[in-house]
């Protein structure tokens, strides 16, 4: 097979916050089977996959778990590669954001754009939300909360570098005009000109210094890369992009054919992405296929509401290709796919053991049975044939369209209608008919051939969505003809060889039982969680650690400090906490503390409690003081810089 030049296919790095669900699993085997297919074809094929392993979330998962945030992520990334690998996935390099080379190159990209002046200094004011690990303006939340998950934003102001986006605006919207397929679909492509591009760009933060879990930058070390250049540059980096000179697997393999994401995060790798690839010089991708989500049932996947399915429990049930199957089926062009367990066992008995392995099963098992599994000439026609030979013929080409636009779930289609065809196709000609007369034998064979040749084309044609299935059907045929050439014309089988035994490739589920043991299982799973939970301390309401996290204690020294005249109990505290402006705040601790005792002294305070009016006077925060008893209350003093965030 000639060599069809190069194939450069991504899948966006995973986050190493926790293990993922089968609905992040869609992306992997999604992608794999493009690769696979044009492997086939015979493209020279680079897949990338991998994990994004920086920012404050990570930070404070790391925290939380008693690790360092290497720890936490080492331990993360090798079970998302693991799932990879499990998921029987073909890529050929695996990056992570924490490997060395890519570090040193992120810093080399920063440095470059900030020396040819895309990248300046400033400050940033807005209204960040910690999960997304993003800044919004007020006019960008909705119902006050973050846009992209829908959690509680607070305000947050620091110094920063900056993207010129702006400075690239018109050329990208240009771009994205000028070539109708860089985005897919086309519903994508017009939500980010009119929705983004269009009303305008705002130039983008790209670096943080309120953590240090990151890359820093090297001639600034107090700040370190944000995600968007440190993530989206492994696109690059993974195959040798290096502003002083780039590697030939780089001159090679770039630009990407395609990026393969999530729907979520098609704004930062068609916005974002192709700005920073315009300010280094480098071609950009020639496309950006932004895909569904996998729900469970009608809700997104999360494991507050125990509706997570994961990839390894999927195959222990199912099988790995079974797993592969329904995941690349079942998800729709440009709207949300579903997935249960039920409708998986459902599919897994219609399509997988009724169609596909009974199809198989019953056309080797006759071809043994009626010639001693040696395959005859093909060579008693009748029309109904014909019917059968265009059908398969035509699948191909209906395949090879389907993966033009990455019609996934479409081309896996094409394969199943071919081997209802072939099951018709028996129905049509009733091999036990003609087996029962001598006479008709040579029909039989001929009918038996091209049985035995469409599901060759099955096999083959099956190979990028379920390898180990395609594989076992060469196996039960005794045949190695599984080149993309040879379904170039309907009769490559060769005649005179011998078939192997028929064995099943998909016994039928008891849904009934299977799903009877996934309850059961699930609910002994829920009481083990529930007896691992810390014991409640009597008389105390326990919270997650989210809530936790949610409350922002912060050092600050007290500065100015008076009794309100109209409130006994109450001081009217002015602090340092290490920001721009001055803050102030009201406490009930007038009976034990003279304003002279606090000035100078650092505190702690709680710096994200909404604003209250007390006795006339706002107070913007809290102080933390311990109640030792009913008539002793004692600040807590620290010595730490004003500034500071405790956890």
């Known amino acids: 097979m000639a060599n069809k030049g190069k194939f450069y296919i991504t899948t966006a790095i995973a986050y190493t916050s926790r293990k993922p669900h089968i609905g992040n699993s869609y992306e992997i085997v999604l992608t794999d089977a493009i690769a696979r297919y044009k492997r086939l074809q ?50 050929d390099r695996f990056i992570r954001t924490t490997d060395e080379q890519h570090e040193r190159i992120v810093q080399k990209i920063f440095k470059k754009l900030y020396e040819q002046g895309d990248i300046y200094k400033g400050h940033y004011e ?22 992209d ?58 670096s943080r210094t309120s953590f240090k879990w990151g890359i820093p930058v090297d001639f600034d070390p107090d700040h370190v890369v944000y995600v968007w250049i440190d993530a989206l540059s492994n696109y690059i980096t993974a195959i040798g992009y290096d502003p002083d000179g780039s590697s030939d697997e780089y001159k090679k393999y770039w630009p990407a054919d395609v990026h393969i994401i999530g729907k979520d995060i098609v704004r930062f790798h068609t916005i974002y992405w192709p700005i920073m690839l315009m300010a280094l010089g480098e071609p950009l991708p020639k496309q950006v296929f932004g895909h569904p989500w996998l729900l469970f049932g009608e809700d997104k996947m999360s494991k507050s509401r125990g509706n997570v399915i994961y990839a390894d429990d999927l195959v222990e049930l199912l099988g790995v290709d079974a797993v592969r199957y329904y995941l690349v089926s079942e998800m729709p062009y ?42 005859q000439p093909g060579d008693v026609a009748e029309p109904v044939d014909d019917k059968l030979k265009t059908f398969a013929l035509n699948t191909v080409k209906k395949i090879e369209k389907c993966f033009e636009t990455y019609r996934v779930a479409d081309a896996v289609e ?56 395609s594989e076992k059907i060469f196996a039960q045929m005794n045949c190695d003809i599984k080149d993309y050439d040879s379904l170039e014309n309907f009769g490559a089988l060769k005649s005179g060889e011998k078939v192997g035994k028929a064995e099943a490739l998909f016994a039928r589920i008891d849904a009934e039982k299977m799903l009877a043991e996934i309850a059961e299982k699930q609910e ?24 936790f996290a949610k409350v922002e204690l912060r050092v600050a020294t007290v500065t100015e400090c008076e009794p309100i005249k109209k409130a006994k109990k109450l001081l009217k505290i002015m602090v340092n906490d290490g920001t721009a402006k001055p803050r102030q705040i009201v406490s009930g601790i007038a009976p034990w503390y003279k304003p002279e005792d606090l000035i100078g002294k650092n505190v702690i305070i709680v710096a994200n409690l909404k604003p209250a009016k007390l006795c006339g006077e706002m107070s913007n925060g809290m102080l933390l003081a311990g109640d030792v008893n009913d008539n002793d209350v004692k600040v807590v003093f620290v010595d730490l810089p004003a500034g500071t965030q405790l956890r």
């Open 524 to 547: 002994a799973a829920a009481k083990a969680e529930e007896a691992a939970k810390p014991k409640e301390i009597e008389g105390l309401a326990q919270i997650e650690f989210d809530d």
């Open 42 to 91: 015979g493209y020279d094929v680079f897949m990338l996959t991998g994990t994004d392993e920086h920012g404050q979330k990570i930070e404070e998962y790391a925290e939380a778990a008693g690790v360092t945030p290497k720890e936490y992520v080492d331990k993360v990334s090798s079970e998302i590669r693991g799932i990879c690998d499990l998921l029987n996935t073909k890529y």
């Open 414 to 469: 094409a394969v199943l209608n071919l081997a209802k065809r072939s099951n018709k196709y028996i129905d049509e000609t009733t091999p036990w008919a003609l087996a029962k007369d001598e006479a008709s034998l040579p029909r039989l064979g001929t009918v038996l051939y091209n049985l035995l040749e469409a599901i060759r084309y099955i096999a083959v044609l099956l190979s990028p969505f379920m390898p180990e299935t």
């Open 126 to 147: 807005g209204l960040y939300c910690t999960p997304c690990e993003s800044f919004w303006t007020e006019s960008q939340l909705v119902d006050g909360k973050c846009p």
């Open 334 to 375: 440009a709207s949300d796919g579903s997935i249960t367990y039920e409708t998986i066992i459902e599919r897994y008995n219609s399509d997988l053991a009724n169609t596909f392995g009974n199809l198989v099963n019953r056309t080797i098992a006759m071809q043994n049975k009626y010639f001693d599994g040696v395959i």
């Open 149 to 206: 998950c829908g959690r509680e934003v607070k305000p947050a102001k620091e110094e920063a570098y900056f993207l010129k986006l702006s400075k690239y605006q018109k050329r990208l919207e240009d771009f994205i005009e000028q070539n109708e397929n860089f985005i897919y679909p086309e519903a994508r492509k017009k939500e980010m000109l009119n929705n983004f591009i269009k009303p305008g760009l705002q130039d983008l933060c790209v």
